[in-house]
């Protein structure tokens, strides 16, 4: 992985992970898969798409995902979000509904979520990177040393941050992370996946969206445009 690709506000806060033997051995690994003829989602220039798109000091929110869309022109770097023109995937239109039923937003016809990315909303994937058509399929490569450095770095920073942990993977990562939920001063939301297989079991309901807001406003951190 090349430090340079990182976005400058992050670059710092994950050395040490870039220069980790896992971090190290990714790039090498992607490239031999793609001289192999993989085809990789999402494709180079929008892997690093979330921390380009909120600087580590702006995040107010972090989303955990598993890890990007494997369908065509899906994923573009931001966790549960596609671009403008894709047809919204299941989760994503399960999110919708909650958000509808929480906040009264009603959906749009698009399934790109950079306008909550804009405003401080880290949609950040466990593994960026995912081969066509085969779900997981990069997991346990490398991206898990620089994801995990990303949460950690947020932590560490200290301002009041809502994590949003949606399903067992999520919260299984947010473990990792040192100070996460240990009666700190961030939110930690954790509840089922937004996925029909298990939304109807306690996803929808939770009302992650007030609260967030909620939470956000009282730490003087202001209220997300959902």
């Known amino acids: 992985m090349n430090e340079q690709a990182v976005p400058e506000s992050w670059r710092a806060a994950l050395a040490p992970a870039l220069a980790s033997p ?17 085809v990789i989602y999402p494709p180079r ?14 995040v107010r929110v972090v989303i955990l995902g598993q890890d990007p869309y494997h369908g065509p022109g899906q994923a573009h770097g931001l966790a549960f979000s596609v671009p403008d023109g894709v047809r919204p995937p299941p989760s994503l239109v399960n999110i919708y509904k909650e958000l509808e039923a929480d906040l009264g937003v009603v959906r749009t016809g698009s399934g790109s979520l950079e306008h909550w990315a804009v405003q401080g909303v880290l949609l950040l994937n466990n593994t960026l990177t995912v081969a066509a058509g085969q779900a997981g399929s990069h997991a346990g490569r490398g991206w898990d040393a620089i994801t995990d450095a990303c949460v950690e770095a947020v932590v560490k920073q200290g301002l009041p941050t809502v994590f949003m942990l949606w399903g067992s993977h999520a919260r299984k990562k947010a ?10 001063h961030h939110l930690v939301l954790a509840s089922p996946h937004p996925s029909p297989l298990s939304a109807h079991s306690g996803f929808f309901g ?3 969206f007030s609260k967030a807001n909620d939470f956000l406003a009282s730490m003087g951190r202001g209220t997300i445009d959902w």
């Open 206 to 208: 939770s009302r992650p």
């Open 22 to 38: 896992e971090a190290r051995k990714l790039g090498g690994w992607l490239s031999a898969r793609e001289q192999a003829g993989e």
């Open 45 to 58: 220039g929008q892997r690093l798409a979330a921390l380009a798109m909120t600087p580590l000091d702006q």
């Open 175 to 184: 473990e990792r992370v040192p100070g996460l939920g240990k009666g700190n």
